[in-house]
C-alpha cells in the first residue's frame, strides 16, 4: 500500500508541473465516466438531499465524472464508525468526510494531501499528523451552552461567569418546572460534546499541549485535573438532566430544549441551523462552558473536512471536487449557512446570519480559543480506538459510573493502544 501511496504522490507531482495539461490521467480520457464514492456525514440538518447538491453540481460541470453518495445507515451510527466498517469490509470510499484521521492514518488508508493543492485554505497544514496533512478542513465550529434567554431573562438568570455560577443556575431552574440541561444518551455522541467541552476548559485552556503529553506518556486519564472535569461532567448529568436521557436520541434532546421544555442545550454550533429553521418562541443565547474561575475560553472543532482514499483510482478528480467544493462560492455560501459555520478559506465568503450567529461570531473574535478535546487534532488526537471508548465512557458516567475507576478504565485502554501503534 506503500507503494501505492508513493505513486499517487509522484502522479501529484507531474499533474502539477504541467506534464499533462489537461489534468486527466489516460483512464479517465476514456468514454465511460470516472465513478467517485463519497461517503457523507448524514444529520438532521444535513440529509442525504442535501449532499446531492453538491454532487449534482460538480457534475453538471463535470460530465465525465459519476458520484455515489454513501451514508450512515441510522441516527445511532457516528459516521467514523460507518467509514470504518467501509474500510474493514473493502468499500472505503474514494472521497469521505473525515473528522478522525489518525484512525485511518495508523491503517494506511488515507492519502496524504499536498499543502500546494490546498492553497485555497487559510491554513492548509493544519492537523498534520507526522509532518503529513490528511485532511481539507471545510468549516470551524465552536461549542457551548445555547440557553432560553427569554426563560433565563424571567428568572432573572445571566450567562455564567465561573462553573459555581453555572450549578447555581441548574439550582434555580430545579425549583421551577423546567429542565436545566437536556441531555440524550440513545445515539451513543451528544453526551461526549458536553464532556469535551468541560474538559477543553479546565485541561486544554491550562495546557493546550495536554493530549500531546498523553500521547508522550507525559501525563495521564486519571491526572486530578481530568478527574475534576469529568466529576463537573457527572454532577451536570446525573443532577441536572433530564432523567430519561438514556431512550431520548439527539433528536428528542433538541426537542426537549426547542419546546422550552429544558433552559440549556450543551452542544455545538450547527445546532443553529436547527433554531433558524425552527424558529423556536423564545430568544436563544449562548455562553461558552466556563471554568472555576473564569469564562474567557471557548472549545472549537477545526478537524473536520474532506479526505481521499491511498486506494483511489482517480486521485486528481478527487482534488478536483475538494477544492471546488471550498471554492463554488454559491454551494460553499450555502453549506455554510446551513448550519451558520465560520469559513476556513482565505478568500471571505458572506452568507445570510441570524443574530444568534453575530452574537457567536463576536463571542468567538473576543474569546480564548482551545481545541474540542474530544476532536484534538494532528500528534495531539487521541490514539485510535480511544474516541468510541470515550463515547461508552460517558454514557455510562452519565448513568452514575464511578468516575476514578472508568478513568482508570481508560488508561488502560491508552496503553494497548499504545502498543498498537
Known sequence: MKKKILSFLCLFLILATGVFASGQTETDTVDEKAKITFSVNLTPILPMEFWSIAADRYMAENPDVEIELLGQPSSNVQHRDFVKTLLSTGQFPDITVMASPGDFVSAEALLPLPIWELDYLENPGSGKIKGEN?????????????????????????????????????????????????????DGWPQLVLASMILSADVLTEDSDWGLKRNNNEVSFSDANVVTAMEKYKTLTTQYANTDMSSISYSQMLEYFFTGKALMLPMGSWVQGEEAKLNPDFEVGFFPIPSDSNADSISVWANEGLSISAETEHPEICLDFIEFFMTDKEWYSQFLETEMLFPTTKEAVEYPMSDLRLEVGEKYSALNKVEHWYDMTGDAALLPGLQSFFNKMTSRIAMGADVKEELKLYDQEWELANAQK
Open 134 to 186: 490528511y485532511v481539507a478542513v471545510y468549516k470551524t465550529q465552536v461549542g457551548g451552552i445555547w440557553y432560553n434567554r427569554t426563560v433565563f431573562n424571567e428568572l432573572g438568570l445571566s450567562e455564567p461567569q465561573s462553573y459555581q455560577e453555572l450549578i447555581d443556575i441548574c439550582e434555580t431552574i430545579s425549583s421551577t418546572e423546567y429542565i436545566p440541561i437536556t441531555m440524550g444518551l440513545k
